[in-house]
């Protein structure tokens, strides 16, 4: 079982940056995938941006060239670089690690993010 550890919330002005943190439990160069989700109050968590152990990255098109996603292996960190930050990017932010191919899923239990002036 994985173990997921989410930080760097907070709030934020618009045009703002944060950095968010996901630690895991176990070293991530045994995982076979890794991602960001968002989810916004009364609605359905979206993915953000995740990052495969074979490096392959996807973006949802709304952060593409604001958000980043990289991975610390020797911390066993994942991070989510988030600049140009808009309102409409407020949320709960989930980590998750998918294992193997195949499942299972990890959540961490999330970090709140709130952009406004």
């Known amino acids: 079982q994985v173990q997921l550890v989410e930080s760097g919330g907070g709030l934020v002005q618009p045009g703002g940056s944060l950095r968010l943190s996901c630690a895991a439990s176990e070293t991530i160069l045994s995982i076979y995938a890794m991602g960001w989700y968002r989810q916004a109050p009364g609605k359905q968590r979206v993915l953000v941006a995740t990052?495969?152990?074979?490096?392959?990255?996807n973006y949802a098109d709304s952060v593409k060239g604001r958000f980043t996603i990289s991975r610390d292996t020797a911390k066993n960190t994942v991070y989510l670089q988030m600049n140009s930050l808009k309102p409409e990017d407020t949320g709960v932010y989930y980590c998750?690690?998918?294992?193997?191919?195949?499942?299972?899923?990890?959540w961490g239990q999330g970090t709140q993010v709130t952009v406004s002036s």
């Open positions: 990052i495969t152990r074979g490096g392959p990255i």
């Open positions: 998750k690690a998918v294992p193997g191919v195949l499942g299972p899923e990890y």
